[in-house]
T-cell receptor, first 113, second 111 residues
Framework: NAGVTQTPKFQVLKTGQSMTLQCAQDMNHNSMYWYRQDPGMGLRLIYYSASEGTTDKGEVPNGYNVSRLNKREFSLRLESAAPSQTSVYFC????????????FGPGTRLTVL | GDSVTQMEGPVTLSEEAFLTINCTYTATGYPSLFWYVQYPGEGLQLLLKATKADDKGSNKGFEATYRKETTSFHLEKGSVQVSDSAVYFCALSVDDYKLSFGAGTTVTVRA
């Protein structure tokens, strides 16, 4: 099993450009998540999808949109990138119960110039 | 709101030394507690977890006990190896499955 996969691994954008980060999981999990990781701040939840067809805002949703395309795929879109969005982005998935382990992808390192 | 506070790093140790990383939490309900580890260049992976008070999670020689009376979940390992060099994150979830993470502690083990 591949687990959670993310594309691309690295990306450089100019301010104002748009892009979509892709995430897919092959574990038949109901829930999927997008986090950003910044130095000294741990991981912060951007958006999550509790189940196919639903999405909700997390702690830091401004400047992002998401799409739960199907049970396997959950994409994150930056419509107009800003330097403050320079970060490492992680996708994760889990079953829908409290205490369940979240499984993380390898991350996308995004730089916005 | 629900939050986690973990000791700041970086922490540098010699091989076979004892490692402790402190983690305390604030939560309105009864959280599940986790330690995740991030090796260089990789995503996070679960190291251990505990879902109720007095539970002990253990894995790869690491242990942590869920202490409700002190709202703590400290991570310990008796004899670290160079391969334990990583960033360690304490995290909690309360009434749902969303995780709240601490800031992370970078551990470097020298041979």
């Amino acid at each position: 099993n591949a687990g959670v996969t993310q594309t691309p691994k690295f990306q450089v954008l100019k301010t104002g450009q748009s892009m979509t980060l892709q995430c897919a999981q092959d574990m038949n999990h109901n829930s999927m998540y997008w986090y950003r990781q910044d130095p000294g701040m741990g991981l912060r939840l951007i958006y999550y999808s509790a189940s196919e067809g639903t999405t909700d805002k997390g702690e830091v949703p401004n400047g992002y949109n998401v799409s739960r395309l199907n049970k396997r795929e959950f994409s994150l879109r930056l419509e107009s990138a800003a330097p403050s969005q320079t970060s490492v982005y992680f996708c994760a998935s889990s079953e829908a119960s409290r205490g369940d382990t979240q499984y993380f992808g390898p991350g996308t390192r995004l730089t916005v110039l | 709101g629900d939050s986690v506070t973990q000791m700041e790093g970086p922490v540098t140790l010699s091989e076979e030394a004892f490692l402790t990383i402190n983690c305390t939490y604030t939560a309105t309900g009864y959280p599940s507690l986790f330690w995740y580890v991030q090796y260089p260049g990789e995503g996070l992976q679960l190291l251990l977890k505990a879902t109720k008070a007095d539970d002990k999670g253990s894995n790869k020689g690491f242990e942590a006990t869920y202490r409700k009376e002190t709202t703590s979940f400290h991570l310990e390992k008796g004899s670290v190896q160079v391969s334990d060099s990583a960033v360690y994150f304490c995290a909690l979830s309360v009434d749902d499955y969303k995780l709240s993470f601490g800031a992370g502690t970078t551990v470097t083990v020298r041979a």
